[in-house]
Each structure stands twice: as C-alpha cells, then as structure tokens.
C-alpha cells in the first residue's frame, strides 16, 4: 500500500501539469478533428442531433448558436480543416482557434445560458495561450494549383455528403426518386436552387440549406486559394547553384549523387560556415533531402542542423532519400533519426571491367549482335558537341520518354546539354544505312554526371522504341570503354530497390519470410522497376553500395514513401490549370533561417 501512495501521488502531479508543451499541438488537434466529425454527423444524420455524443460536441468550438444542420455541417468541415494546421503547430490555425473559442463560450452563455458550455471552452484556450510558443511553424509554400485541387477535393467530398443528406429523410420522401434525381437534387442545391427531390414538412429547408452551406463553403475556400497571394516554393538561385558548384569541385568525388543536388528545383540549406549544405524538396509536407550532404564532412553536421531547423520551422516531416552509410551515421547521430535500408547502387570499377569471362558472356554477345547489325557509338563531353546536335539529342530524349511528366529525383539531373553542364557526358548510338528518323541516324541516349573529376554517375537511359532491343547494354558498355580515355575511374549505374533482399530470396536455404517478401517484390515489378533495374544491373558485375533512408518514426514511412514517389515521378497529383491559377515567375523564397537574418518576423 506505501508503494501504491507515491504512485498516485506523482499521477496527480501529472495530471495537475497537464501535458508536456511538445505534445499539445497534437492532442488539440485531434479535440478539433472529434468536433468535426461529431459536427458533419449531427449535420447529416438527423437522430444524430438529439443524441448525447452529439450534446457533449455542442459545447466544443464551433457549435455556437441554434445550431441548425446547415451551421453544424460547415462548422464541422472547417473543423477538421483547422484540425491539421493545429496538430501541425501552424500559427494560423492557432490564431483562428483562439479567436473561435471565446466566440464558442460567448455563444453558450448568450444562447444556451450553459456554463459547462463555457468552461470546456476556456479549459480548451488554457492550453493553447499558456503553449502558445508551440504553434509557431511558417505557412507552407503555396501556389495557385491549390485552388483547382481544393475545388475538385471539396466538390466530391459535397456531392457525396450531399447525396447521403438527400437519402436519410427516406421516411419523408415524397415518391421515390431515382438516383439520378438525387444527384440532380444535390447538384442543384449546391448551387442554392430547388431539385426535383420534394419532402414532407422542414425537412426541404433543412435539406436546402445543408446543400447551401456545402456549396457556399467550396465556392469560398476555392476563391480564397485563388486569389491569395502566391507564395511560390523555393527554388535553387544562380548564387546558390554557383556555390553548390564550388562544393562539388572540392568535395564531389565523396558521393556519386553529389551532381543531382544541382536540379534547380530544389532547395537548399547551408551550413553557418558555407563549408556544407543540405538540398531538398518539399513536397506533400515531407521535407526530401537526397544523397548525403554535400561539402566538406566535419561541416555536415551544421548543415543537418539548419535543415532540422528548416522543418521544424515550417512542421515539415524529415526525411533522407538514398544516402549512404556515412551519410546515413551522420544524420542518424546528429538528429536521433534511425535510418533504414532502401537498396543498393550498382558501381563499375573502369580498371576491373571486362566482357571477357562466362559471366560476361549474355552481355559479350548482344554487344557484337547488335555491333554486326550496323550500329556504332559515340562517347563525348556535353562540350564537345554542337548546338544542333544537342538540340537533336534533347528533342529524341524528350520524345522517346515514354511518361508524360519527367520521372526522378534523387538520381535525376532534369535537363540535358545545358551550358553550364559541359563535363556531363552523352553515349549515342547510331545506324548510318538505317532509313532518316525526325532525329536523323540516332537511336538511342545515355546522359553521365560528373561524380567528382575521375567518376561518373548515370542519369537517363533512352532509346527509339523502333531499334534493336540492347541499346543500353551497348551504349553502358561504349561508355565503360572509353572511360579510361576521359579520364574516368568509376561509373554508378541504376539503383536497384530492396536488392539484398531479391538476391538473398532467390538462393537456395531462404526461409519463407524472405521468400515472401522477395515474392512480392516481383509481383510489385510490374508496375515498378524493382526486379529489371537490379537484373540489368547485375549484368556489369559491379560492386554494390548499400543506400539508405533516413525517417523520424515508423510511423511516417507511408507518407515519406509516397512523397517520395511523387518527386520520382511515379505518383502525378498536378493538375493542368487555367492560366490565371499558373504559377508566375517570382523571385525565390528565402528560408527561415534568411527571414531570421534579414529582421523579419516569420510568425
């Protein structure tokens, strides 16, 4: 028993506290998304309205006044928007919570005369004045596509709360209308005219209004994404191009993927001394660096600061995209992330490469076949090439894609033969006797990145679909050949996803976890490169390199992977715009540790 009073003792204690400030962003948030959803429920569900759930949301912000179905739905959908941006820590939400809570306790005592009413609600400002220090992550990078996405987002998500409203009154229903008729019904309240649906008594209007309110509540949130100011996602500088370029002279050789932080759309971080930076890019609330850091190593660890900075400025999720073990220690040490492994790059050593051997043999014979069938090769500095042969190159890359949008990211440059670009190398393969194609005699395209002065690292891989199958066997091997020629020691090929895994399943002695995992790998294949990347890249016998992913929690694994996926391409969630929702060319936002520097007060 004496070991029970400390016990209950400190539990007191805690709960007198309350909770720790880190954790209120997230428990007010989820108090709001409740309301939300209790309100959306009460709007739709009439039984919902008089049941006790329902009588306990009443006195939480947002239910203010009568609270009629129309007031009850819309306060819930802006419930649940407000929602996030709490949990998020979002200093706008913040304010709009603070400003709605009093208007919650003003409204009980006025209308209610409920005291209960008015404690909940301060009890729920308490939290949010005392921890106030909590909600302060900058807005995130918008543009004017959000507009057309929220229309397209909220008009589904109106039609079918829409619909449900029109078919809970089933017994007030005059008739029984068709589906089509409920739909008609639902299109034409949203946009506040009278359907062919007809009830009995109040529930017309109660059925009209909730319609309107869900119309109105679209028309206005697609007005404001708008006609808001645009505040355009960062975007890589001339100056900060040109020091990332400096880095790379004097620390490039480190990584393979050092080359690819030069896609200019990215961001970037550097360190306090400018011996280090961090580039990335945000997208779907993930923060997606790449690589390891570039620059010198004892400076990583200030550049990793400033990028946790970065994303504890704005609430972003943290996270790493194929960086390598040293790459993956350090963040691992200097953050407390954990890492885990994605794959493994594929490295040729230039000096170890022969076709020469058994193991060589099925990649030694499609070489001489399609050498006899006509084909010849060309192996060249961007450099070296003219304007319009580049320009040549350019369009049969583009139009040979075979994707409408350009897929990569992490091993992705983004654009081939720019000017400033001139140590990149192009592979070409050619067939003179073949008839003139739109691109002349060109039949296929390997685009190499600088990997320090003695490396390189592929970029892009394409090829007429009309010329022999083994284009890119012949065009690696072009280039493995003449790398000695140019200087070049070692050449990364393609990233082979859960590589270790495919290899380990197929041996004999695998238990049936790993066989069952290197099952679905393949079933996944088909849509995804997983299996073919790692079986073409086992061609070259090259030595493999572990690659890795860094993360805050488990937990955010699914949402990492499917931004990840979106900035490789594979996931498209833009959507053409109408020219006034565009993106305009503006000049890039600064960072928060630039806003910091310049005076400015970023809250």
């Known amino acids: 028993m004496s070991d029970g009073v400390p016990n209950r003792s400190s539990r007191v204690r805690r709960l007198l506290r309350g909770p720790r400030p880190e954790s209120v962003p997230a428990l007010v948030g989820r108090a709001c998304a409740l309301v939300g959803a209790l309100d959306i429920a009460a709007g739709v569900f009439p039984r919902f309205r008089h049941s006790r759930m329902h009588s306990m949301a009443e006195v939480l912000p947002g239910s203010v006044g009568p609270f009629a179905a129309a007031l009850s739905l819309s306060s819930g959908v802006l419930l649940l928007l407000l929602a996030h941006g709490l949990k998020r820590g979002k200093r706008r939400a913040w304010r709009a919570a603070v400003a709605l809570l009093p208007a919650g306790a003003v409204g009980q005592f006025t209308y209610r005369h409920s005291p209960v009413g008015v404690l909940i609600s301060l009890a729920l400002l308490a939290p949010l004045l005392l921890h106030r220090d909590q909600f302060a992550a900058l807005p995130d990078p918008r543009s004017r596509w959000r507009a057309l996405a929220n229309f397209v987002l909220m008009g589904a998500g109106s039609l079918v709360l829409g619909l449900v409203i029109v078919s809970v009154h089933p017994k007030r229903m005059i008739g029984d209308p068709s589906l089509a008729d409920r739909l008609t019904h639902v299109l034409y309240g949203l946009f506040g005219f009278e359907g062919p649906v007809d009830y009995q008594g109040s529930t017309s209007w109660t059925v009209a209004f909730s319609l309107g309110a869900l119309g109105l509540l679209t028309a206005v949130t697609t007005i404001y994404f708008a006609f808001r100011p645009e505040h355009p996602a960062a975007r890589l500088t001339e100056e900060d191009e040109a020091r990332l370029r400096d880095l790379l002279a004097r620390h490039g050789r480190r990584d393979s993927l050092g080359h690819f932080a030069l896609r200019r759309d990215k961001a970037v971080v550097f360190s306090p001394s400018g011996k280090a930076a961090v580039t990335y890019r945000v997208v779907s609330g993930v923060m997606l660096a790449s690589g390891d850091p570039i620059g010198d190593v004892e400076a990583w660890p200030g550049a990793i600061e400033r990028f946790m900075d970065e994303a504890r400025a704005h609430s972003w999720t943290p996270a790493v995209m194929g960086c390598s073990e040293t790459g993956g220690e350090v963040w691992t040490r200097e953050t407390g992330l954990d890492a885990l492994e994605l794959g493994d790059e594929a490295v040729v050593d230039v000096a170890d490469f022969s076709l020469a051997g058994r193991a060589m043999r099925n990649v030694r014979q499609m070489v001489k076949r399609i050498e006899r069938a006509g084909y010849e090769t060309r192996v060249r500095r961007v450099g070296d090439l003219g304007e319009a042969e580049l320009e040549r190159v350019r369009q049969a890359a583009a139009a040979w894609r075979g994707t409408d949008t350009e897929r990569g990211f992490s091993m992705a440059l983004g654009r081939i033969g720019d000017a400033s670009d ?37 970029d ?35 990233f082979a996803m859960f590589r270790s895994a495919l290899a380990r399943g197929e041996k004999i002695g695998a238990g049936p976890v790993l066989r069952a995992w290197r099952g679905l790998l393949v079933f996944l294949s088909r849509w995804f490169q997983i299996e073919s990347l790692y079986k073409f890249n086992a061609k070259f016998q090259p ?61």
């Open 543 to 603: 030595r493999w390199e572990p690659r890795f992913v860094v993360y805050r929690a488990s937990a955010d694994l699914p949402r990492i992977g499917f931004a990840a996926m979106q900035a490789e391409g594979f996931v498209n969630l833009a959507l053409p715009l109408p020219g006034f929702l565009r993106r305009r060319s503006a000049s890039p936002r600064p960072c928060a540790h630039g806003l910091a520097e310049q005076g400015v007060h970023v809250a």
């Open 460 to 494: 892009l891989m394409r090829r007429d679909r009309s010329a022999d199958p083994g284009m890119n066997e012949l065009l690696i091997v072009a280039a493995l050949q003449a790398a000695p020629k140019l200087g070049i020691a070692r050449v990364s090929l393609n």
């Open 422 to 458: 001139a140590d990149c190398l192009i592979a070409t393969a050619h067939k003179a006797d073949a008839e003139p194609g739109p691109y002349g005699d060109l039949k296929a395209v390997l685009h190499f990145v600088p990997w320090g002065t003695d490396g390189a690292s592929l």
